[in-house]
């Protein structure tokens, strides 16, 4: 794969105009900030989250129009809309009010919407002022250091919108376990090239099987889970390089991590290749939730399985935990009689009727 095939990616994603956002973006070339701000609609209600799948994090720049307006065609099943790395400073307040004029008509879009604001004391609380009118799904804040700039934060951000953090200091990594502060307070990315900048270690630990590299994303991985945190491992800059990035997937995958950031669509496609469910996974989990909560019911919450060994409760919550990460609902019965093919004969013979 080449950069052709990111040049071919976004060319896809933009064939079906009638799913863009708006039909004419010419008129914001050259309109002023206020008559952006103006097009904001009265109000802006919360969107029904439905997607629960996050195989992948696309970032978007949030000063290029033509991506802002892909916005509900992305195939990303996270789209992350981009005020402060790769913004100049003189455009930050264009790009400020054009987040918010896209996320706040983005209402059909199926990926979920965040938007990266600057840091706090850097721009942040005037993106936020703004951004809370468009009620994005998250608001993304920067180089958070201590568990009182995520308070800050929760005071600034509207209640009903979800806040996500940034880990790109050694002082967050360290402290991470003491960053949610509130429930809202859900998801963190790693930011691992600042990380190693401010840890003083060289970018070229960055390598897939570097030690320290996975030292890391095992840290990371295992406090972010501890706390309760939903982990989002970080991007890979290299975007024409499709074939280590697919190699960071794998490994990171085979570590625990479901969620990859992305920069280009040919990340994202692989990206959401690596971290899909695999239907034998949810098979497994599946017949544990269906044997473990019939045996429950007889008062027996540890028994040998004949194909899957040892069941006890801990093994009911991991395979519960594999059913909500793959967007299954929670269900048994003849309901998972279904999701495993198994007609309602074999089930009666199953169980000796």
Known sequence: MTFLTCVVGWSFIAQSLLLMI??????????SIEAIEQQLPETVSRRPLTRALRRSALMVSAHRLNH??????????MAVINLEDGVAPQEKPRARALAALFTAHAREAKTELIVRVNPLGDGGEEDIRLINRAVPDAIRIPKVRTAQEVEQACRLVDPTIRIHLS????????????????????????????????????QSVVTPGNPTASHLLSRFLLDALTAGFHPVSFVHQEYRDLEIFEQWCLLERSMGFSSKGCISPGQVELANRVFAPRPEESARAIAIVRCFEEEAQKGNTGFVHEQYGFIDEPVYRGALAVLAATDHEIVSGTKCDAMLNISPETRNMDQGT
């Not at 708006?22 to 309109?31: E, G």
């Not at 790109?168 to 307070?185: N, S």
Request: net charge negative; proline share 2%.
């Open 22 to 31: 708006f039909k004419d973006i010419a008129w914001l070339d050259s309109a």
């Open 167 to 202: 880990v790109e200091t050694g002082e967050a990594l360290k402290h991470l376990v003491d960053l949610r502060v509130e429930e809202r307070v859900d998801t963190v990315y790693l930011g691992i090239l600042d990380l190693c900048a401010d840890l003083g270690l060289p």
């Open 68 to 77: 802002l307006n892909k916005l509900d065609v992305l195939a990303a099943d």
